[in-house]
């Protein structure tokens, strides 16, 4: 395990990992594979784009001639596949690019690790995959399967198709499924970034429903050392959980970020709700913290860091909001029916 192929590198989490391997690893290779789609960006890779370690190459992974060519001509041995559509809300709205990626892209990449015989097939997954998780619950990796938006489904479909590859033709897989992850180079579709930068803008914070859906906000760079702990202490054909194994309503995350940011809870303001939404993830981490991983931030502290680091980086995050993101804004919110106020509480002090 030596040559990496990166796919979805240039997105959020991969390049977390990316930033995570070189620093770790001093011996490794990483070559980026990424078709820079609205949420991959170069930015993300900018501070390490001089490493000699370091290779980008754009590409599909649906298009098996050029995963091919580049896994021959990049000696890779272990491929960690990123890519993929990655926002619920957008699958709603359109799930086609969602089946295509997530279940044929990772069918391809499955293929071509088969066919030249790689070291290591990762898929990188979700809580999402467990469902709606119910009170008094915390998912373990043998509860079954039950996604209930385009976006679970098309990320269990690819989770099937791996375990499917390592029972039929022992390829050497691997699966994490992370609960939601915040943090830097996180597009501000996502709940926590949209919320901050919205906050510094002045604007509304558009709170779904009630806002007492329970989420697991983990920090992205614990998400990277339990995806390294699992490539080098996991067993093949297992599936770990990672996140804080702590889970949290999102009006709290909200008025911690209000908090941080020492902006007025006035912003925040109930809309209509995400259709099928799941009311709460919760995942149990016990089987990787087997393997002597553990988080290193709860979900207070992985919110508080990041707000930080979005108002430390404007330079990052207004470009992508002055651009086509303000079309995807109009379509999402724009005509979102806004909810009566749904008494929060007041802020302390
Ligand atoms: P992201 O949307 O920020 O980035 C996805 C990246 O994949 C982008 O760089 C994009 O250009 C690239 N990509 C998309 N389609 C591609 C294709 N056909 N070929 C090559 N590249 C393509 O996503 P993220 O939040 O960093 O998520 C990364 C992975 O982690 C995904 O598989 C996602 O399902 C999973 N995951 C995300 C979270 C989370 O909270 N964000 C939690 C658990 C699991
Ligand atoms: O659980 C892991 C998943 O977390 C990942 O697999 C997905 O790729 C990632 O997008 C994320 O999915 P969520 O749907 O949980 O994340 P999102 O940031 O879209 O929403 C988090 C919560 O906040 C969810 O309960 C919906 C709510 N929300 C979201 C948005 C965008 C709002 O209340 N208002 C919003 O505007």
Request: charged share 20%.
């Amino acid at each position: 395990m030596k040559n990496f192929l990166i796919t979805g590198g240039a997105g959020f989490i991969g390049a977390n990992f990316v930033h995570h391997l070189l620093a770790h690893h001093p011996d490794y290779q990483v070559v980026v594979y990424d078709k820079l789609t609205y949420a991959g960006n170069l930015n993300n890779l900018a501070d390490v784009s001089d490493d000699p370690r370091y290779t980008f190459i754009r590409g599909d992974i649906c298009d098996a001639a050029t995963v091919a060519r580049v896994i021959q001509e990049q000696r890779i041995d272990t491929i960690v596949n990123f890519a993929a559509e990655t926002h619920v809300d957008r699958s709603i709205l359109d799930p086609d690019a969602f089946i295509q990626t997530d279940v044929y892209g990772t069918y391809v990449l499955l293929e071509a690790a088969r066919r030249f015989g790689l070291e290591r097939y990762h898929q990188i997954s979700t809580d999402e995959v467990y469902g709606h998780v119910p009170a008094g619950h915390s998912s373990l990796e043998s509860d079954p399967v039950a996604p209930r938006s385009p976006y679970a489904a098309s990320k269990t479909s690819g989770d099937l198709l791996v375990q499917a590859y390592w029972i039929t033709y022992t390829l050497p897989v691997t699966i994490s499924r992370g609960s939601n992850n915040i943090g830097p180079y996180q597009y501000p579709e996502k709940v926590v970034p949209l919320f901050v930068t919205n906050a510094l803008e002045g604007k509304p914070l558009p709170v779904y429903g009630d806002g007492k859906q329970m989420r697991d906000y983990q920090w992205v760079l614990d998400h990277c050392q339990g995806i390294d702990r699992v490539l080098h202490a996991g067993a093949l054909g297992e599936t770990y959980n990672i996140g804080t194994g702590q889970e949290i309503e999102n009006l709290t995350m909200v008025e911690i970020l209000l908090d941080e940011l020492a902006a007025p809870r006035s912003l925040i303001q109930h809309v209509e709700d995400r259709p099928g939404h799941d009311r709460r993830y919760s995942v149990n981490i016990d089987k990787l913290r087997g393997l002597g991983w553990a988080p290193q931030h709860d979900c207070e502290a992985a919110i508080r860091q990041t707000v930080r680091w979005y108002v430390a980086n404007e330079w990052w995050w207004r470009p992508i909001k002055a651009g086509d993101f303000r079309e995807y804004y109009e379509r999402m919110y724009g005509n979102r029916k806004v909810l009566e106020p749904q008494g929060e509480k007041p802020a302390a002090g």
